[in-house]
């Protein structure tokens, strides 16, 4: 299906086709201080016939309730790196894929109290109450009278008043455990063809990145695999990774073509990602990394895959709608600032939005290129500089850090706390690939970014949801668990813990408030996050939910 058709002036992204571009406030990452200056930056709102298909739009749209959170982690893009909005004793009420209230359980009777007089589905008709009991009154009046009291809204109510909630309302019952929103991976590479084993031996005998390319390895070993491979054979290996994904808690996920580096194998690796978002009920959005290596086709001759790149495969892409971003690794082993630039400047006139693998290797200038092209991320940043942090502040580009790979390349990690400090938001990808990140396991990423990068489990959480979201655009849509964005959310059980999963009990917790209108953030009381992040385990999602469905639960 076609993704969304974007268009950019200058370094400021325009949205076309009906869409706006979301202004934001820039903030003190650590202290939550809004700043006067306004920025601008893509807002990408996915084609509705590539979200994934699950069957709340094919069943038509009903109320489903999530009660019993022990805590929710709402993870607003608002209030800083570390400010996750931790809620106790939660519920998600949605409809269809569409939340419609998250937070407190006796926050959401103040949620039925403000909408005020009966409409014809008003929650209050069918006398439920939030634990799955009739009430004692379903019935209300024109006036907005609810309960057997017949007390109206604006007078309050007592606190034993059953919960009115929808008729034919679905329950499910989380246990008291660690609610967050449905894991982003914002940067992978899916589709490849074969692995490289060899290399991990070759690497932890003492042999670097460049000197395995240099011996015909890396990027240019797996593009000859996947150039070998069918489609059919990327799309079922592509599938079953995903599925796998899918069930540690991800439920949208960036990939990348890159391993074609020729018009037809560039092609098919972007038809395997659309061919996926027909059948996954994960969200997929796509990105044409052509620039990825010179083939060596082209070794003699830079200039010509350049052109390439520039003049056939670009515009091949955008006129399939195959794609909504455009990458390039601009860094000493593959593309040089200049190449970079112009390949992402062409691009951006095609309706590509820039995006950069830079500073990994070397300080080669990427993230200040980023900045320069309105690039919505840039990835790994290792070597960034101090004038490369500062630009992606005043360009308000993400910074995507790639923990998985700085460990299994032995690399310093990104300088994610000057990141921090500086306002520039950090978000925790797997860059899950076959030779220098081939894990696609998201939460061991986002521990090795607490012990690697020193950030806190608050601060990574935020940083693999609402961030990695803002990192594609999409934190319109997804990336954290609030009224109006996708039913997407993860149910943890936070193994290890002395006080077992319930976690009401906590002293600073909010029991109560909607986010944005009822209640307040918790604190520094970060228990349950810290403790699932602490304490390691393969796999801590019990339901994985993606579009109000339960896409993958523990057996």
């Given at each position: 299906?076609?993704?969304?058709?974007?268009?950019?002036?200058?370094?400021?992204?325009?949205?076309?086709?009906?869409?706006?571009?979301?202004?934001?406030?820039?903030?003190?990452?650590?202290?939550?201080?809004?700043?006067?200056?306004?920025?601008?930056?893509?807002?990408?709102?996915?084609?509705?016939?590539?979200?994934?298909?699950?069957?709340?739009?094919?069943?038509?749209?009903?109320?489903?309730?999530?009660?019993?959170i022990g805590a929710l982690a709402v993870c607003p893009m608002h209030g800083g790196q570390a400010h996750i909005h931790l809620i106790r004793n939660a519920v998600i009420l949605w409809k269809g894929d569409v939340i419609q209230y998250a937070g407190g359980q006796e926050g959401m009777r103040e949620w039925f109290r403000s909408r005020g007089t009966a409409g014809a589905d008003d929650p209050r008709r069918s006398g439920r109450d939030a634990t799955g009991k009739p009430g004692e009154s379903g019935k209300s009046g024109e006036s907005g009278k609810s309960g057997e009291s017949g007390k109206s809204g604006e007078s309050g109510s007592d606190e034993s008043e059953p919960m009115p909630l929808p008729e034919q309302t679905e329950e499910f019952?989380?246990?008291?455990?660690?609610?967050?929103?449905?894991?982003?991976?914002?940067?992978?590479?899916?589709?490849?063809?074969?692995?490289?084993?060899?290399?991990?031996?070759?690497?932890?005998?003492?042999?670097?990145?460049?000197?395995?390319?240099?011996?015909?390895?890396?990027?240019?070993?797996?593009?000859k695999a996947t150039r070998e491979a069918s489609e059919d054979?990327?799309?079922?290996?592509?599938?079953?990774?995903?599925?796998?994904?899918?069930?540690?808690?991800?439920?949208?996920?960036?990939?990348?073509?890159?391993?074609?580096?020729?018009?037809?194998?560039?092609?098919?690796?972007?038809?395997?990602?659309?061919?996926?978002?027909?059948?996954?009920?994960?969200?997929?959005?796509?990105?044409?990394?052509?620039?990825?290596?010179?083939?060596?086709?082209?070794?003699?001759?830079?200039?010509?895959?350049?052109?390439?790149?520039?003049?056939?495969i670009i515009p091949e892409v955008a006129?399939?709608?195959?794609?909504t971003f455009c990458d390039v690794f601009a860094d000493v082993p593959a593309f040089t600032q200049e190449e970079a630039?112009?390949?992402?400047?062409?691009?951006?006139?095609?309706?590509?939005?820039?995006?950069?693998?830079?500073?990994?290797?070397?300080?080669?200038?990427?993230?200040?290129?980023?900045?320069?092209?309105?690039?919505?991320?840039?990835?790994?940043?290792?070597?960034?500089?101090?004038?490369?942090?500062?630009?992606?502040?005043?360009?308000?580009?993400?910074?995507?850090?790639?923990?998985?790979?700085?460990?299994?390349?032995?690399?310093?990690?990104?300088?994610?706390?000057?990141?921090?400090?500086?306002?520039?938001?950090?978000?925790?990808?797997?860059?899950?690939?076959?030779?220098?990140?081939?894990?696609?396991?998201?939460?061991l990423a986002m521990h090795l970014a607490c012990t690697l990068q020193h950030m806190s489990p608050a601060e990574v959480l935020k940083g693999a949801t609402i961030y990695a979201a803002a990192a594609l655009g999409l934190d319109g849509v997804t990336g954290s668990v609030e009224a109006g964005k996708k039913a997407d959310f993860v149910e943890i059980e936070v193994a290890g813990d002395a006080e077992g999963r319930n976690y009401r009990a906590g002293h600073d917790a909010s029991d109560g408030g909607h986010p944005e209108q009822f209640g307040?953030?918790?604190?520094?009381?970060?228990?349950?996050v810290n403790q699932w992040m602490y304490h390691f385990e393969p796999n801590c999602a019990v339901r994985v939910w993606a579009g109000g469905e339960c896409v993958a639960a523990m057996e």
């Open positions: 299906m076609p993704e969304t058709d974007l268009k950019h002036q200058g370094n400021s992204p325009v949205a076309v086709s009906g869409m706006e571009i979301k202004n934001f406030s820039d903030v003190d990452m650590e202290t939550g201080t809004a700043v006067t200056r306004e920025k601008r930056r893509s807002a990408v709102e996915p084609d509705p016939q590539a979200e994934p298909r699950t069957r709340a739009k094919q069943n038509g749209e009903r109320y489903r309730l999530l009660k019993n019952d989380a246990g008291g455990r660690l609610v967050i929103p449905g894991l982003v991976d914002c940067h992978t590479h899916l589709a490849f063809g074969g692995w490289r084993p060899d290399e991990f031996e070759m690497r932890s005998l003492g042999k670097t990145y460049e000197e395995i390319a240099a011996a015909g390895g890396g990027i240019l070993s797996t593009m054979e990327l799309l079922d290996k592509s599938a079953g990774l995903l599925h796998r994904m899918m069930s540690l808690g991800v439920t949208t996920i960036e990939c990348k073509s890159g391993y074609g580096l020729r018009l037809k194998d560039e092609l098919k690796q972007l038809r395997v990602y659309q061919r996926l978002r027909m059948q996954s009920p994960v969200r997929i959005m796509s990105t044409f990394l052509g620039a990825h290596a010179i083939p060596p086709e082209f070794h003699d001759n830079r200039g010509g895959y350049v052109s390439l790149v520039i003049d056939e006129e399939q709608k195959l794609a630039r112009r390949i992402l400047t062409v691009a951006r006139e095609a309706g590509l939005i820039p995006k950069i693998h830079a500073d990994q290797l070397t300080a080669a200038g990427g993230a200040e290129l980023a900045a320069e092209v309105g690039a919505i991320s840039a990835d790994h940043l290792e070597c960034i500089s101090d004038k490369g942090i500062a630009a992606m502040k005043d360009a308000g580009t993400i910074a995507v850090s790639l923990p998985l790979a700085t460990w299994y390349l032995r690399k310093q990690p990104l300088p994610a706390r000057e990141l921090i400090s500086s306002g520039v938001p950090v978000a925790v990808s797997t860059d899950f690939n076959p030779g220098s990140a081939p894990s696609y396991h998201l939460p307040d953030e918790a604190g520094p009381d970060h228990a349950p």
